[in-house]
Nanobody, 125 residues
Framework: QVQLVESGGGLVQAGGSLRLSCAAS????????MAWFRQAPGKEREFVASMSWTGTDTYYGDSVKGRFTYSKDNANNTVYLQMNSLKPEDTAVYYC??????????????????WGQGTQVTVSS
């Protein structure tokens, strides 16, 4: 069973930055894909960012494009989400997800088998 542990969440003012980390219990290289999702109160969980297995392509949800950056450190089995220019609407619990299965869809949560416990991000106005 793969364990994912997120960290780095917190309270920040609008316009500020945070960097989330997700440490995996297994080699990130063995995962076909790892992604970030988020869920705001009263809303469905939504895709935030992911990267292709080859590392050549990164994918972002429309609401975070140009502000968030996904990166991966295979040597440390960790993925990151750098969040800049944060807005109050970015307030949510952020989850790290991973899968071994091969699929061309990086956006749908149903393709991810392993999930972290989440880390709260709160952006004040």
């Amino acid at each position: 069973q793969v364990q994912l542990v997120e960290s780095g969440g917190g309270l920040v003012q609008a316009g500020g930055s945070l960097r989330l980390s997700c440490a995996a219990s297994e080699r990130t290289f063995s995962m076909y894909a790892m992604a970030w999702f988020r869920q705001a109160p009263g809303k469905e969980r939504e895709f935030v960012a992911s990267m292709s297995w080859t590392g050549t392509d990164t994918y972002y949800g429309d609401s975070v494009k140009g502000r968030f950056t996904y990166s991966k450190d295979n040597a440390n089995n960790t993925v990151y989400l750098q969040m800049n220019s944060l807005k109050p609407e970015d307030t949510a619990v952020y989850y790290c997800a991973a899968r071994r299965r091969i699929a061309s869809d990086y956006f749908a949560e149903r393709f991810y088998d392993y999930w972290g416990q989440g880390t709260q991000v709160t952006v004040s106005s």
